[in-house]
């Protein structure tokens, strides 16, 4: 692979969730999960390192989303509850290779394709 691959999106309806995941290309440092909106600019929502497993999240997403990952399979996961229609939007996971404790800022190297997630009212 040379780049992650995401899978799990879909059309839900308001309140309800969904369970998002990648399989990571290289599995190095972190990963990281992103959504852009439609006229929006792309925006962080959440990342997990591989080793030791620290997690940071957006402000607007902490609560009600909750990044995993699985490392037999090399697999990050986002799950998403409590969807509100301002939710929708293109997510993408992507990796980098920076050992760096700043990973909301830290340049992601390697993306997917996205995945459209679209919550209703």
């Known amino acids: 692979q040379e780049q992650p691959v995401e899978s799990g999106g879909g059309l839900v309806q308001a309140g309800g969730s969904l369970r998002l995941s990648c399989a990571a290309s290289f599995g190095w440092y972190a990963m990281g999960w992103f959504r852009q909106a439609p006229g929006k600019e792309r925006e962080f929502v959440a990342a997990?390192?591989?080793?030791?497993?620290?997690?940071v999240y957006a402000d607007s997403v902490q609560v009600r989303f909750t990044i995993s990952k699985d490392a037999p399979t090399s697999t990050i996961h986002l799950q998403m509850n409590s969807l509100k229609p301002e939710n929708t939007a293109v997510y993408y996971c992507?990796?980098?290779?920076?050992?760096?404790?700043?990973?909301?800022?830290?340049?992601?190297?390697?993306w997917g394709q996205g995945t459209q997630v679209t919550v209703t009212s």
């Open positions: 997990v390192t591989w080793r030791t497993g620290t997690r």
């Open positions: 992507a990796e980098t290779r920076e050992d760096s404790r700043y990973l909301k800022t830290v340049t992601y190297d390697y």
